[in-house]
Structure formats: C-alpha cells, structure tokens
T-cell receptor, first 113, second 115 residues
Framework: DQQVKQNSPSLSVQEGRISILNCDYTNSMFDYFLWYKKYPAEGPTFLISISSIKDKNEDGRFTVFLNKSAKHLSLHIVPSQPGDSAVYFCAASRTSGTYKYIFGTGTRLKVLA | EAGVAQSPRYKIIEKRQSVAFWCNPISGHATLYWYQQILGQGPKLLIQFQNNGVVDDSQLPKDRFSAERLKGVDSTLKIQPAKLEDSAVYLC?????????????FGPGTRLTVT
C-alpha cells in the first residue's frame, strides 16, 4: 500500500524557469510533510516542511503548497538552477500516536543550463 | 557540527553471508533511525531507537535483521543470512528530539550488494 506517491519519476526544466514537483498521499491522518533533496552517493538532506495547519510555506527559492482536501502537496523551485539537479523525496507523518515518516519514490529533477 | 557517520560506504557479499553496518549519529541526538532504500523506491523505516530503547521495529525482518544501539550513541545493523533482495542502500538518520521529529539528519548510507 503506497501511502505517499510521486507519480513523476523524472522532470527536466530549463535554468531560470519554475520546477514543480508533485506528491499525493492517501492517509488523512498525516499532518506533517517534508521535502528532502538527495544527490548521488549522499544521504537525503532536509529542504522544507509544512504542517497541515498551513497551506503554504516558503524558504527562499523553495515553496511548498499543501491542499488537504485533495491530499496533495507540491514543491515549487523558482528560479531553477543547475545545482538543483537531484532526486527529491516527499515524506509524510502523523505527529501523534504512531508517527513515522512514509517516503515517496522520488522525482529526479534535471535543470538544463 | 559533524554529521551522521556511517561505515562501510560499500559492501559486496554473497547470499547467505552475514554483514554489519555501523552508524554514529550527531552528538547529543536522542533518536536514531535505520532505513532501507531499495533502488527506485523511497527510504523505508526499519527500526527507530530513542536513546537505547526500541520505539518501532515493526518493519524489521527479525528472522534475519538485528540492530542495537550501544549506550544510546552508536548503532549497528546486522543481516544474517543475507538474501538477494537485501541489496539496497542502508541509511542511518538521527534527530535531537525524542517523540515526533520535525527533521531528521541522514548519513551518506551504506550500499549493499548481495550476489
């Protein structure tokens, strides 16, 4: 049962344009969401998070949007840079009870110079 | 601040052999996680320690996998005997908090190939 889905395995974007990465979840009990970035041969690094009490969180070039009714979140990167080329994972968790992060399968972003 | 350290970085073994991975979390971090990431999938939690107690090991294949966290600091994950399907990257992560963690810090991982 894939509770967190990233349906696009890969995405290519021109440098300077917007990158939009999508993530869907099925468990309505999830109330905290993270995005991680992963370079080859390195561990995932935290990028940005959002709580279910918000619908948007912004940090520099990165913005995460949460649509609870659609059980959908998206990560926007504006403007995209070649150094953003990596695999991006979304993860979701409950913050009470049985809490553990469930990760999506990742989207490989390639930013073309 | 030093990050999460893991060793070895790469390991190749034959099926039915045993293997052990080591993790040193960020100093002072109370919670330690082991994840398994199979190629093309996201990380899957195997076991979570708070200090040196197990919080969640529901997805750990206990017939072949074992893990311990010594004195609430370093941790080892062992597989005995290994199967072909254990080929994956094993990621260790830590968090300063007990309870729910808003952020986890990952090590570089150990890539295991079982032939």
């Amino acid at each position: 049962d894939q509770q967190v889905k990233q349906n696009s395995p890969s995405l290519s974007v021109q440098e300077g344009r917007i990158s939009i990465l999508n993530c869907d979840y099925t468990n309505s009990m999830f109330d905290y969401f993270l995005w991680y970035k992963k370079y080859p041969a390195e561990g995932p690094t935290f990028l940005i998070s959002i709580s279910s009490i918000k619908d948007k969180n912004e940090d520099g070039r990165f913005t995460v949007f949460l649509n609870k009714s659609a059980k959908h979140l998206s990560l926007h990167i504006v403007p995209s840079q070649p150094g953003d080329s990596a695999v991006y994972f979304c993860a979701a968790s409950r913050t009470s009870g049985t809490y553990k992060y469930i990760f999506g399968t990742g989207t490989r972003l390639k930013v073309l110079a | 601040e030093a990050g999460v350290a893991q060793s070895p970085r790469y390991k190749i073994i034959e099926k039915r052999q045993s293997v052990a991975f080591w993790c040193n979390p960020i100093s002072g971090h109370a919670t330690l996680y082991w994840y398994q990431q199979i190629l093309g999938q996201g990380p899957k939690l195997l076991i979570q320690f708070q200090n040196n107690g197990v919080v969640d090991d529901s997805q750990l294949p206990k017939d072949r996998f074992s893990a311990e966290r010594l004195k609430g600091v370093d941790s080892t994950l062992k597989i005995q005997p290994a199967k072909l399907e254990d080929s994956a990257v094993y990621l260790c992560a830590s968090s300063p908090r007990t309870g729910f963690s808003y952020e986890q810090y990952f090590g570089p991982g150990t890539r295991l190939t079982v032939t």
